[in-house]
């Protein structure tokens, strides 16, 4: 039920700064359906620092508003990023994931609810694996 977003604007590192607000304004912009009643907890990551704009986590409190904004993630423009919230772990596979990619182990690699996927070729044919430890990972990187 939750996504981060990065990249968006003015964090005044205030305590009282409305992050809801600027997150409506976005979507507003994009003629997305997004009300205050869609969202249940929203605040920004991290420590307050100056001139950079840390990410955002927001709790939804429906699924409908959540895959919303997620499926028009690709329209809130050019340093704006909007993601799955991942556990560290989970994070850290999908990071792994996307070296591989880097490195054409993987054709492609994605993360869908709060799993992490890869395309791969293996004996000619494309196939899609779940990576869910480091384990697959590791056997991904020395094509087992």
């Known amino acids: 039920m939750m996504l981060e977003i990065s990249g968006l604007p003015d964090d005044t590192g205030d305590a009282k700064e409305n992050v809801e607000q600027k997150l409506l304004d976005k979507a ?4 997305l359906q997004l009300n205050s009643c869609d969202i249940d ?25 959540r895959q919303r904004v997620f499926n028009t993630r690709k329209f ?3 340093g704006l990023f909007v993601q799955d919230s991942l ?12 070296a ?3 490195d054409h182990k993987l054709l ?10 890869g395309l791969m070729v293996l004996n000619g044919h494309e196939r899609k694996v779940q990576i869910k ?12």
């Open 41 to 65: 907890r929203i605040h920004r990551l991290g420590p307050k620092s100056s001139g950079k704009n840390r990410r955002v986590i927001v709790k939804f409190t429906n699924s409908k508003a």
């Open 108 to 117: 492609s690699t994605w993360v869908a609810g709060g799993n992490i996927y």
């Open 133 to 144: 430890d480091l384990d697959a990972i590791d056997a991904i990187r020395n094509g087992v």
């Open 28 to 31: 507003r912009k994009l003629n």
């Open 76 to 78: 809130f423009g050019k």
């Open 100 to 102: 591989l990619k880097r």
């Open 87 to 98: 556990t560290p772990f989970r994070s850290q596979l999908s990071f792994e994931a996307r």
